[in-house]
């Protein structure tokens, strides 16, 4: 399926001495049997921007940044330098031979600012036959932005290129190594990941056939607007700072929403299946109700459920859930360095004597942010076709609980798809008429009528009482950027990657995924269906609270599904860039 172009210095493993021929292009590579090459002579692959530092057979037991290989692989190293300035460090690690092998790549996506390659899901993907590669984005180090000053190439390379240069070296590898084109091709992510995932698609559409994007931070230079205002809201003060409001306090307003809303779903089990749907009053826990919270406290609250607001009082950005409160991680703008970097991108200035508290506002500040940093880190279009024309298929998933990555704007993000499925072909004039009248009730009703097929190529999963990319409460081990299942568990059934491969090889859809939680000895304590959106897990039969057979899908009636102000926000801002393409260099 993949026809990706690539240039490469072939060197067969029965050429002698250091004989070589220049190959264009995996059409030719198909076209005449290629002898393959033995692992060390790897070294001689070349791609535009990518050579290849060492290849080398490596025999278990071994254990390479941590992770722990009990099988034998090719690993290979490399940098790829699209710019001048370009360190992009990967590997690609290759089941030792074709019988090893069962055609598939998978390229790996990082969270944060990544730093460095992840070598836990290279270990899993060689061990399970696949070629599996990734990355350091660019840059060595953790989540520290002091690599974003007076470096944008750099900044490129981690936003938008990495992956680019990655994905053809492998696929470039994989030719050579066992004579043969990769013959499917997946990626996956959460967070950074997720929305390097979602570019793939939409910038790179001929590299993937499978994608895997959780908790997507597609809309990036909104996101991180959306940090900085929880930073501010929940400490205030400086970094690393007392919180504005206790972690006791927190969880203490979770209990009480979860007394509300819990059993929406028919069940209660201590989590909220549809966040949306719940109807709880914060004011009563304020100086006016049962005195829970003292008055700053409440508009600590107040702030982070609205999201992102102008010093106007324009919503900017959606913000977090009813029943997530316990999840808030008030120090992740100051860990992350969200600050600084746009400090050192945006306006080219250290920290200090930049202070993001003091510096940055939600409003001319905000515009300045988004309009720097949508060219190289933004992914909000919803125009799929290049992408879904050669069969590509995406599942995303989000966590309701998620503080970090409104899931909202998961939803905005599918919304959109449905509504581009009714502009796509109109002109661009009378698209942006109508884009500019969209309302509500006329989001809903296009969303019944091309639902459906959205959900030929895409499919989005929400996940009750689950935090970032994991985490939380609820089941949450899918894989796919979030928590791995153990190998019995890796199937089309409860695996997000290996469902998205069985859509994509035989043309099965998932139409439910079973998220397991584990205790520490590896044993199942629960598992719950999560359905395709807008469609719902209900409890009906009553079953075992703990086991996904007592769920069913339904989609809830037209009437009951509710697209809000929020909504409308993500829909725009993806509508209205449904023409950004980033530049691949």
Request: glycine residues 10%; hydrophobic residues 35%.
């Given at each position: 399926?993949?026809?990706?172009?690539?240039v490469?210095?072939?060197?067969?493993?029965t050429a002698?001495?250091?004989?070589?021929a220049?190959?264009?292009?995996?059409?030719?590579l198909?076209?005449t049997?290629?002898?393959a090459?033995d692992?060390p002579?790897?070294?001689?692959?070349?791609?535009?921007?990518?050579?290849?530092?060492?290849a080398?057979?490596?025999?278990p037991?071994?254990v390479i940044?941590?992770?722990?290989?009990?099988?034998?692989?090719c690993?290979?190293?490399?940098i790829?330098?699209?710019?001048?300035d370009?360190e992009?460090k990967f590997?690609?690690?290759?089941?030792?031979?074709?019988g090893?092998?069962n055609?598939r790549?998978?390229?790996?996506?990082?969270?944060?600012?990544?730093?460095?390659?992840?070598?836990?899901?290279?270990?899993?993907d060689?061990?399970?036959?696949?070629v599996?590669?990734?990355?350091?984005?660019g840059?060595?180090?953790?989540?520290?932005a002091?690599?974003?000053?007076?470096?944008?190439?750099k900044?490129?390379?981690?936003?938008?290129?990495?992956?680019?240069s990655?994905?053809t070296?492998a696929k470039a590898?994989?030719?050579?190594?066992?004579?043969?084109p990769?013959?499917?091709?997946y990626?996956?992510?959460?967070?950074?990941?997720g929305?390097?995932?979602?570019m793939?698609?939409?910038?790179?559409?001929?590299?993937?056939?499978?994608?895997?994007?959780?908790?997507?931070?597609?809309?990036?230079?909104?996101?991180l607007?959306?940090l900085?205002?929880?930073?501010k809201?929940?400490?205030?003060?400086?970094?690393?700072?007392p919180?504005s409001v206790s972690?006791?306090k927190?969880?203490?307003v979770?209990?009480r929403?979860l007394?509300?809303c819990?059993?929406l779903?028919?069940?209660?089990?201590?989590?909220?299946?549809?966040?949306r749907?719940?109807r709880f009053?914060?004011d009563?826990?304020?100086p006016?109700?049962?005195g829970?919270?003292?008055a700053?406290?409440?508009?600590?609250f107040?702030a982070?459920y609205?999201?992102?607001?102008?010093?106007a009082g324009v919503q900017?950005?959606?913000g977090a859930?009813?029943g997530?409160?316990a999840?808030w991680s008030?120090?992740?703008?100051?860990n992350?360095?969200y600050?600084?970097f746009?400090g050192?991108?945006v306006?080219?200035?250290?920290?200090?004597p930049?202070d993001?508290?003091?510096d940055?506002?939600f409003?001319?500040v905000?515009d300045?942010?988004?309009q720097?940093?949508?060219?190289v880190?933004?992914?909000p279009?919803?125009d799929?076709?290049?992408?879904?024309r050669?069969?590509?298929?995406?599942?995303?998933?989000?966590?309701?609980?998620?503080?970090v990555?409104p899931p909202d704007?998961s939803?905005?993000?599918?919304?959109?798809l449905?509504?581009?499925?009714?502009?796509?072909?109109?002109?661009?004039?009378?698209a942006?008429?109508?884009?500019?009248?969209?309302s509500?009730?006329?989001?809903?009703?296009?969303?019944?009528?091309?639902?459906?097929?959205?959900r030929e190529?895409?499919?989005?999963f929400?996940?009750p009482?689950v935090?970032?990319?994991?985490?939380?409460t609820?089941p949450?081990?899918?894989?796919?950027?979030?928590?791995?299942?153990?190998k019995?568990?890796r199937?089309a059934?409860?695996?997000?990657?290996s469902?998205?491969?069985?859509?994509?090889e035989?043309?099965?859809?998932?139409?439910?995924i079973?998220?397991?939680?584990?205790d520490a000895?590896?044993?199942?304590v629960?598992?719950?269906?999560?359905?395709?959106y807008?469609?719902?897990a209900?409890?009906?039969?009553?079953?075992?609270?703990?086991?996904?057979?007592s769920?069913?899908?339904?989609?809830?009636?037209p009437?009951?599904?509710?697209?809000e102000a929020?909504?409308?926000l993500?829909i725009?801002?993806s509508l209205t860039?449904?023409?950004?393409?980033l530049?691949?260099?």
């Open positions: 399926m993949n026809r990706a172009i690539t490469l210095r072939i060197r067969p493993r002698p001495g250091l004989r070589e220049c190959v264009l292009g995996i059409a030719a198909t076209g049997a290629q002898a090459w692992c002579s790897l070294t001689a692959v070349t791609t535009a921007d990518a050579t290849i530092t060492s080398t057979l490596t025999d037991p071994a940044g941590g992770a722990s290989v009990a099988v034998q692989f690993r290979v190293q490399g790829a330098r699209p710019s001048s370009s992009i590997e690609v690690w290759l089941p030792p031979s074709a090893d092998w055609r790549m998978k390229v790996n996506g990082t969270g944060g600012y990544a730093g460095s390659i992840p070598y836990a899901r290279l270990a899993q060689v061990a399970d036959g696949i599996s590669a990734g990355s350091n984005m840059h060595d180090g953790g989540e520290s002091t690599w974003t000053l007076n470096r944008p190439e900044v490129k390379d981690w936003g938008l290129r990495a992956h680019y990655v994905a070296a590898l994989s030719n050579a190594f066992y004579a043969e990769v013959k499917y091709s990626f996956e992510g959460c967070s950074n990941g929305r390097q995932a979602l793939m698609a939409q910038n790179y559409p001929e590299l993937f056939d499978g994608i895997v994007a959780g908790a997507p931070s597609n809309f990036y230079p909104d996101l607007m959306w900085l205002w929880t930073g809201n929940l400490t205030p003060s400086a970094p690393f700072g919180p972690t006791a927190r969880q203490a979770t209990q929403v007394q509300a819990d059993a779903d028919g069940a209660a089990d201590g989590q909220i299946t549809n966040p749907a719940c009053d914060i009563n826990l304020g006016s109700g049962d829970t919270l003292t700053p406290e409440l508009a600590v107040k982070m609205a999201g992102t607001t102008s010093e900017r950005y959606t859930r009813l997530s409160e999840d008030p120090l992740f703008a100051d992350g360095g600050g600084p746009i050192h991108y306006y080219s200035q250290e920290s200090p930049f993001w508290r003091r940055i506002n409003s001319n905000y300045v942010v988004k720097t940093l949508t060219p880190t933004a992914a279009s919803p799929l076709r290049a992408f879904t050669r069969g590509g298929k995406i599942i995303q998933y989000h966590g309701w609980n998620d503080s990555v704007g939803i905005g993000y599918y919304y959109a449905t509504q581009f499925e009714w502009l796509k072909s109109l002109p661009p004039r009378v942006d008429r109508l884009i500019d009248d969209l509500p009730q006329a989001v809903e009703a296009t969303a019944l009528a091309f639902g459906r097929k959205v190529y895409h499919r989005l929400m996940l009482a935090g970032h990319c994991g985490g939380s609820g949450s081990a899918i894989g796919g950027g979030a928590p791995e299942p153990p019995a568990f199937n059934d409860t695996h997000v990657v469902a998205v491969m069985k859509w994509v035989q043309g099965v859809a998932p139409e439910k079973v998220a397991s939680a584990f000895t590896g044993n199942v629960r598992q719950r269906p999560v359905c395709p807008p469609a719902q209900v409890y009906e039969n009553g079953g075992d609270l703990d086991s996904a057979e769920f069913t899908c339904k989609t809830p009636r009437r009951d599904i509710d697209v929020g909504d409308m993500h725009r801002n860039q449904r023409g950004l393409l530049p691949h260099r």
